[in-house]
């Protein structure tokens, strides 16, 4: 009997079964999870036991901010607790990858708000689905004087970014400015980019 060729074999259930979780993670295809789980077995003792144990510790810790949606450990993330960082900007991004993205450029000085997604009328998503009320409720509780809309430069993005500022009258709201690619996604670009696309940001 031949296996296929993403198979490792009928006496390695739970090497294959890691190999199969692996391959779902974005960028990871049965091939490049199978390389891998051989190095994380081969050096079980620098990466697999450490690796797994830093999976189990934030699978139980993990979880979501309650009042911006970044993830961390405690009910509210260190973002929105730190007073240095209540400067009256709240920049609003997509989801997480994006404001990871944002502190990694070392840039942006205020706190954040994840929407956990965009507008999207194919896909049925309104206003409701997504952490818009949420973000609105902020802005009267929080003293903020600008909203920065840092969503990706796609349709449903753009679409966002004008029901957002649409609902903001009263509030300065800037977007990115330069630097952001048509269809482009803020996990992708690199710090530069950002900096000058935050620093360059224009009123929407």
């Given at each position: 009997?031949?296996h ?12 294959q079964?890691?190999?199969?979780l692996m ?45 911006c949606?970044?993830?961390?450990t ?18 609003v991004?997509e ?13 942006f000085?205020g706190r ?10 194919l896909?049925a ?20 004087s ?12 753009q679409?966002t ?44």
């Amino acid at each position: 009997m031949r296996h296929s060729d993403d198979d490792v074999g009928e006496d390695t259930g739970d090497i294959q079964t890691l190999i199969d979780l692996m391959s779902r993670l974005p960028g990871l295809g049965p091939r490049s999870a199978r390389r891998a789980v051989l190095q994380l077995i081969q050096k079980r003792g620098q990466l697999l036991i450490p690796l797994a144990n830093a999976m189990k510790t934030v699978g139980e810790t993990a979880r979501e901010c309650l009042n911006c949606g970044n993830i961390g450990t405690a009910d509210i993330c260190k973002i929105c607790l730190s007073e240095k960082r209540a400067n009256g900007q709240i920049c609003v991004v997509e989801d997480v990858a994006d404001l990871w993205a944002m502190e990694r450029a070392l840039v942006f000085k205020g706190r954040y708000h994840v929407l956990g997604g965009t507008l999207s009328a194919l896909d049925a998503i309104g206003p409701e689905d997504l952490r818009i009320p949420r973000l609105l409720d902020r802005i009267t509780t929080e003293n903020v004087s600008e909203v920065i809309l840092a969503l990706g430069a796609t349709i449903d993005g753009q679409t966002t970014a004008h029901y957002i500022a649409d609902h903001l009258p009263q509030i300065t709201v800037t977007s990115l400015a330069q630097g952001v690619p048509i269809g482009g996604e803020l996990d992708y670009l690199d710090d530069g980019t950002i900096t000058a696309a935050l620093n360059a940001r224009r009123a929407l």
